[in-house]
């Protein structure tokens, strides 16, 4: 299982950091990646990093500003989001893909999920 942790209330401009920490399974065989969903949108996939840590993904809205890392040895994940805005507003979820063949993971593949943590930015 994932646990997640970080996430809470901030100012445009702000930085938070998310963390996601895997439990009960072989990390280093799973890309992991986060996904957010905003209230009456679907969710969406916006960054992933490979088993190793040596290749990364984001999607246009976050690239530049956020920031993805792994430590194998801790079996964690962490988001590191800076100078973040109103539509980074979202519940943020950390994702899990067993030996993914792609650098984007899509929804359907996901394996193990975390539980939601929200992200607030207001203006």
């Known amino acids: 299982q994932l646990v997640e942790s970080g996430g809470g209330l901030v100012q445009a401009g702000d930085s938070l950091r998310l963390s996601c920490a895997a439990e009960?399974?072989?990390?280093?065989?799973?890309?992991m990646g986060w996904f957010r969903q905003a209230p009456g949108k679907e969710r969406e996939l916006i960054t992933t990093?490979?088993?190793?840590?040596?290749?990364?993904f984001y999607a246009d809205s976050v690239k530049g500003r956020f920031t993805i890392s792994r430590d194998n040895a801790k079996n964690t994940v962490s988001l590191q989001m800076n100078n973040l805005k109103p539509e980074d507003t979202a519940v943020y979820y950390c994702a899990a893909e067993f030996e993914a063949t792609t650098q984007t993971i899509e929804i359907a593949r996901v394996d193990f999920w975390g539980q939601g943590t929200q992200v607030t930015v207001s203006a």
């Open positions: 009960d399974l072989t990390f280093v065989r799973y890309t």
């Open positions: 990093i490979d088993k190793s840590g040596d290749s990364t």
